[in-house]
């Protein structure tokens, strides 16, 4: 799903995760009615894009803290309320991650989305397929920087029906 910039692809996805195919809630956002809107963050990851999450009505929920995160930590915050973990690849929070296959593991385990934020991770080309086949939701790429796009451009890379629900909120929706 092409977007405007991997900020707007954020956005996106939240809204998706939080109102799935129902159709009243997502005329309401960004005031959430439905039973999901906590996105899991790892507090070593958070950064200016939260921002893109909450534009769409999420609430923050932090996981660890700024040397590591534990596997029982992150089991311990996902509820009811949970609509996705969001990740963000990026060398500059390597310390104080959990590896990303061990995020995915734990929240296919629970029935949870992933949003992974690699929006400077092309080349290489393999990047494209290899999150996806990892059971990665939402694959979120910028399409201004190493693809060489327009600047504020972006791609999801999702299932057909997460494909579908994007199409309710981005362009040419209102």
């Keep these: 799903f092409i977007t405007n910039g991997a900020a707007g692809a954020l956005t996106l996805a939240a809204a998706v995760t939080m109102c799935g195919d129902n159709p009243f809630?997502?005329?309401?956002?960004?005031?959430?009615?439905?039973?999901?809107?906590?996105?899991?963050?790892?507090?070593?990851?958070?950064?200016?894009?939260?921002?893109s999450l909450q534009a769409a009505g999420a609430k923050i929920v932090e996981v660890g803290d700024a040397d590591e995160t534990l596997e029982f930590e992150l089991e311990g915050k996902i509820n009811e309320k949970t609509a996705a973990i969001v990740y963000f690849e990026n060398r500059k929070y390597l310390q104080g991650s959990m590896p990303l296959e061990e995020v995915v593991r734990i929240a296919k385990k629970r029935g949870v989305p992933v949003i992974l934020?690699?929006?400077?991770?092309?080349?290489?080309?393999?990047?494209?397929?290899?999150?996806?086949k990892m059971g990665v939701d939402f694959v979120i790429f910028s399409g201004g920087?190493?693809?060489s796009g327009p600047q504020d451009s972006g791609l999801i890379f999702s299932s057909r029906k997460n494909a579908d629900l994007l199409r309710k909120f981005g362009a040419p929706a209102h």
């Excluded at 690699?118 to 996806?132: D, I």
């Design 145 to 147: 920087k190493s693809i």
């Design 117 to 132: 934020d690699v929006a400077a991770l092309l080349p290489p080309k393999e990047n494209l397929t290899k999150f996806s």
């Design 25 to 51: 809630y997502y005329q309401q956002l960004p005031t959430v009615v439905g039973d999901k809107e906590e996105f899991i963050l790892l507090k070593c990851q958070r950064n200016a894009y939260d921002k």
